[in-house]
């Protein structure tokens, strides 16, 4: 069986001591747990995530805390996408170090990040981002970025569109339903024209959005 590269390599890091994978394995863990037991998470659709290969992976941005869970209950690793002004907090910028967040500068066109995402799928792995690029966004109406559209047309890698619900309180419960893969690959460029991405960008929308039950009734 062909060993699976490591995240440090990936990153020209230098290799994870065995206590950094300790750190990894138990924070994993005791979030996961803690999520299941708090939110009492319900998963739909992991046959949908490619069991190989790379792919980029897409779903609405509820809020800071209960983003994790696409990550945590994702049956494939994800190296997703962040805001750079998440690493000014120290507790922050190590969680980001042990799951391999890549660091984005908002605003400006940040390079080493986009070396880096294309790195992770080069090296036939999971990208997550949310086209959001804030939370709420669908509820506040922003305009939906096209940077996921953009590194699935890049590399010719599937869309996997993730929707996470939230029930009103009290106690909340989280859905996440890991939606059929979308494929672009037709539309493969090194530089994608406008129209194209934002067409990409709203058909993954809707699905997302379907999949969050997004203008919808409360599950029961």
């Not at 996408?81 to 969680?95: S, V």
Request: charged content about 30%.
């Amino acid at each position: 069986m062909k060993k699976e590269k490591t995240s440090s390599k990936k990153f020209d890091k230098p290799e994870d001591s065995l206590f950094t994978k300790f750190q990894r394995r138990f924070i994993w863990g005791a979030l996961k747990g803690l999520y299941k037991v708090i939110y009492r998470i319900k998963v739909e659709g992991e046959e949908n995530v490619p069991k190989d290969g790379a792919f980029v992976i897409c779903g609405n941005h509820i809020d800071f805390i209960k983003v994790p869970v696409i990550v945590l209950y994702s049956p494939r690793k994800i190296n997703f996408i962040a805001k750079a002004e998440l690493f000014k907090n120290p507790f922050l910028k190590r969680l980001g170090e042990l799951f391999d967040v890549i660091p984005v500068k908002r605003g400006k066109q940040d390079v080493d990040s986009m070396k880096k995402s294309l790195k992770v799928l080069n090296n036939g792995e999971g990208l997550g981002l949310f086209p959001e690029g804030t939370t709420r966004g669908l509820e506040k109406g922003v305009k939906v970025k096209n940077g996921a559209a953009f590194m699935a047309l890049r590399t010719g890698k599937p869309i996997v569109p993730v929707g996470v619900e939230v029930t009103k309180r009290p106690f909340p419960k989280i859905i996440v339903r890991y939606g059929k893969v979308l494929d672009y690959s037709k539309y493969q460029s090194r530089t994608p024209e406008k129209e194209v991405l934002d067409k990409v960008t709203g058909e993954m929308m809707e699905v997302i959005k379907d999949l969050a039950n997004f203008d919808k009734s409360d599950i029961m």
